[in-house]
C-alpha cells in the first residue's frame, strides 16, 4: 500500500522515527495529489516548555480545484499500525489512485485531520504553530528538486496562527515516542 505524506513524513530523519526498517531518501517519492490542499488546522495536544498549548500542525483538506505535494511511501500493514499511533488524531483516508500524477497500482491512504473538536479555527486561543514543527519540513528541502520546494513552499506563508519558538512534545507518550524519538528508542536506552 501507498502512503501520502505532506507533513514531517517529508522529512527522512522524522519519517525514519516511525520505521524499523532503514528508510533511504529514495523511500520518499515526489508527488502531486489532485483534489486536496495543505492547510495549517490540525490540533495536537502539546507541552511546550512545560506549558500545555495547543499545536498546530498541517492537515489536508479536500479542494476539488487544487493540488498539493508531498511525498510517497510504498508501506507494509504493520507499519500503518505504527504510523497509526503517531498520527493519532488524524483519520485514515483512502485517495484514488487516479488522482496522482504519477501512475501508481492501487489507492493511497493518507492521514487527515477529520474530528472537529480537533480542526483549529482562525482566533482560537491558546493555538501555537511549532517553529520547530516548520523547522523539519524545511530542512527536508535540501533533498528535493526546487520544482518541489517551490510548490510546497506555498503552505509555508500567511500562517493563520502565531509561530512559537521553543521545544515542544505530544502530550500523549505513545505519540511521542513514535513521532519525536522513534520506534527503536526503547531498544536502544
Same mark, same amino acid.
Given at each position: ?20 526498517? =532503514? ?15 495543505? =492547510? ?145 528508542? =526503547?531498544?536502544?536506552?
Amino acid at each position: 500500500m501507498y502512503l501520502f505524506g505532506y507533513g514531517s513524513l517529508i522529512n527522512l530523519v522524522s519519517a525514519q522515527k516511525s520505521f524499523k526498517r =532503514v528508510l533511504k531518501q529514495e523511500d520518499l517519492i515526489p508527488i502531486n495529489i489532485n483534489g486536496f490542499q495543505k =492547510v495549517w488546522n490540525s490540533i495536537e495536544n502539546i507541552n511546550f516548555d512545560g506549558v500545555d498549548v495547543n499545536g498546530v500542525f498541517l492537515n489536508l483538506k479536500k479542494s476539488p480545484s487544487s493540488s498539493t505535494n508531498g511525498v510517497l511511501v510504498k508501506i507494509t500493514a504493520e507499519e500503518l499500525e505504527l504510523l497509526k499511533l503517531r498520527e493519532k488524531n488524524y483519520t485514515c483516508i483512502s485517495i484514488k489512485a487516479s488522482e496522482a500524477n504519477i501512475t501508481l497500482d492501487e489507492d493511497i491512504i493518507a492521514f487527515m485531520t477529520t474530528n472537529e473538536e480537533k480542526i483549529a479555527k482562525k482566533g482560537d486561543e491558546n493555538c501555537f504553530i511549532p517553529a520547530k514543527y516548520i523547522d523539519i519540513l524545511t530542512n527536508a528541502f535540501a533533498s528535493y528538486s526546487q520544482e518541489f520546494i517551490k510548490e510546497y513552499s506555498k503552505c509555508l506563508k500567511d500562517y493563520p496562527f502565531d509561530i512559537k519558538e521553543g521545544t515542544y512534545t505530544f502530550s500523549d507518550p505513545v505519540q511521542n515516542k513514535f513521532a519525536k524519538q522513534g520506534v527503536d528508542s =526503547v531498544k536502544s536506552k
